[in-house]
């Protein structure tokens, strides 16, 4: 079968890799949509991360294969799989910390969703692979992923109605949390340098969205939220300078969500004197849980959120380097990867 393999930030082939047998307890899944996450980006720039490699998690396809073992699924089914599963019973998945769970960061599906086949073991069987109804698509479907690392973080607030979300950083992610946040009837509150981002994000449906090199964004959320300041800021992007301004915008006793890493030889200098007098909360928010995914499917199928507008390319397998390229270049938003033309 095909395979994207990443060898490093500068090399993917398309290779011709085995395609996984499987045991008795595990399923072989045709990828049939694959969207490219930040995330994935993040792994090929990051000498940390063992190459050659495949990525890809967010994914969505057809049942082929079925270990004699295995009753909830049959050859034909559609599903979403996801790439980790907690144990939910350590320390850590008691407290809901699920992408803390040892069992977590060790459960994978194999090789990677940029490529034709996966197979998908049995930890990952029993949570972490859901039934697609017939009324979305593939593309649709691989945005559980995604969507539910949004809702996990929302789990960790407690957002009330009218509250203000600021939200930094209107990719992709950005744009779920809109959707997310509108629907909890609180008000969302863009943020985003890139001139043609805010453009989108506004014929997109996002009322409040703010360039901080042309406006001052710190008076307009202050007019927004009467002197209040923003309940929530959710970061899809950090670096010093982000963090330190929506210390400025935040009300006291607000709660800031890291969704998104920075780079690591860079410390991020913050005054803790501040967090201490202020009441501010700092939360990280990273990947999901099995729970979260099936929220997310179900929110796509009831088209509670709408994802398929933030799709702007398909691009086979081959083209793999070429989307990456787009993502770097911020030609793009969601790219979903068909390995099967
Ligand atoms: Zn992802
Ligand atoms: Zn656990």
């Not at 073992?69 to 559609?78: N, S």
């Not at 979403?80 to 069992?103: A, G, R």
């Not at 800031?256 to 005054?271: H, L, P, S, W, Y």
Request: aromatic share 8%.
């Amino acid at each position: 079968m095909k395979a994207a393999v990443c060898y490093s930030s500068k090399k993917f082939l398309i290779d011709e890799v085995p395609k996984p047998e499987i045991d008795k307890d595990e399923i072989l899944v045709k990828v049939m949509a694959c969207g490219i996450c930040g995330s994935d980006i993040k792994k090929i720039f990051d000498d940390n991360v063992k190459k050659p490699i495949v990525l890809g998690h967010e994914i969505a396809g057809d049942v082929v294969e079925i270990g004699s073992g295995v009753k909830d699924f049959e050859v034909g089914d559609r599903v979403v799989v996801t790439h980790h599963i907690p144990c939910f019973d350590c320390q850590y998945c008691k407290h809901k910390n699920y992408s803390m769970c040892k069992q977590f960061k060790l459960t994978n599906i194999h090789p990677g969703g940029f490529s034709q086949y996966i197979k998908v073991p049995k930890e990952n069987i029993s949570v972490g692979t859901l039934k697609i109804n017939n009324n979305i698509s593939y593309e649709e479907a691989s945005f559980s992923e995604p969507l539910a690392c949004c809702l996990y973080s929302l789990g960790k607030i407690n957002l009330l109605q009218k509250d203000s979300v600021v939200i930094v950083g209107l990719g992709t992610m950005g744009l779920l949390f809109n959707q997310l946040i509108r629907n909890k009837k609180a008000i969302p509150i863009g943020i985003e340098i890139d001139t043609n981002r805010v453009d989108f994000a506004k014929n997109s449906g996002f009322d409040l969205v703010f360039n901080p090199t042309k406006e001052n964004v710190t008076e307009k959320i202050m007019d927004i939220t009467k002197g209040v300041g923003a309940d929530i800021v959710i970061l899809t992007v950090v670096n010093k300078e982000i963090l330190n301004q929506c210390i400025d915008y935040i009300r006291d006793g607000g709660g800031i969500i890291i969704f998104a890493g920075t780079d690591n030889k860079k410390g991020v200098e913050i005054n803790i004197n501040t967090l201490y007098r202020r009441e501010i909360s700092i939360i990280g928010s990273y990947s999901s849980s099995p729970k979260h995914l099936s929220q997310a499917l179900e929110l796509i199928s009831d088209k509670d959120i709408n994802v398929k507008n933030l799709i702007t390319h398909r691009l086979p397998l081959e083209e793999f380097g070429k989307a990456v390229e787009l993502i770097i270049n911020r030609k793009a938003y969601k790219v979903i990867i068909k390995p099967w033309k």
